[in-house]
């Protein structure tokens, strides 16, 4: 998974510093290493609460700046040494990423938090199978999917997982504080959907009021006799069962499986697969939009 957020934490990666004379106090560092554990460079956690970077120089000697220097995932390391079959969570900060470490569990982070992930660093999670958690709030959403944009063409799979019960701008480290375990990230992120980002738009062009009929006649049903009625082709959806540019009324006592039927032609359409089998076709089906509108409303009890 990948986790957010820029936190302090206290772990093998993250490194207490010592107080610097004058404003601001360093309170925490987390070290990003190449694959052979070269120290790159630092985010640095201060004082009143800020993050910047930097970079060594010599030693005890840093540069507040990382111009050119090779941007990695944080614990990149543990992420190489990882085995490939094993869920890789992405959250938003070094903090997270320790917590969830610390849990026996593989993640990692970008440096600088929400929107800076770097195409560069995609190489590293080809064929993963990937978990992203956002921070709740709108920049944590926009990152999730900015990561995985980024991803489902290179990594073995990719979901966003959006965490229950957070409050808005909390994290992965709040959902553990209130009592999330390890064991539930992994079931809650083996139920996440695959997230998908290739699916045409649906479109919901405005309707355009009709002209008002100007006499009574114009008014009036024009009838058609039924002989003169020419017939046509059906476009099948699925055949023999719904039609195309038709109303298909799906009817049944409750507990039959409608709800559970309609969900599963829903998933068949947006993700262009067949039809069940059955109804005299097979073939491969098309992707489309799909709108739901529920009006099911339960009695308050």
Known sequence: MIVGGNESGKSSSATAAPSTNGNPKIVA??????????????????????????????????EWSLDDVRRVLYRLPELIAAPKDKQVFIVEGEKDVDRLHDLGLC???????????????????????????????????????????????????????????????????????????????????????????????????????ANPPATAREAMPV????????????????????????????????GLGKSTLTLDLAARVSRGWAMPPGGGSDAQGVAGAVLILSGWCCPST
């Open 29 to 62: 560092t987390y070290d990003y290493r190449d694959e052979r554990g070269v120290l790159l460079y630092q985010t640095v956690r201060r004082e009143p609460k800020d993050f910047r970077q930097r970079r060594p120089t010599g030693k005890d000697k840093w």
């Open 107 to 209: 993640a990692t982070c970008n440096a600088m938090g929400a929107g800076k992930w770097k195409a560069e660093y995609n190489e590293s999670l080809r064929d993963r199978h990937v978990t992203i958690i956002p921070d709740n709030d709108k920049p944590g959403r926009e990152h999730a999917k900015q990561v995985a944009r980024q991803l489902h063409k290179i990594a073995a799979s990719v979901h966003i997982l959006s965490l229950p019960n957070l409050l808005d701008k909390e994290d992965v480290s709040d959902f553990l504080d209130k009592g999330g375990t390890a064991e539930m990230l992994t079931e809650l992120a083996a139920e996440a959907e695959p997230w998908l980002d290739d699916l045409p738009p649906l479109v919901i062009r405005e309707a355009k009021p």
């Open 223 to 254: 009838s058609k006799c039924l002989a003169d009625v020419e017939s046509e082709d059906v476009d099948w959806l699925w055949e023999n069962r719904i039609a195309r540019k038709a109303m298909t009324i799906l009817d049944g006592d409750p």
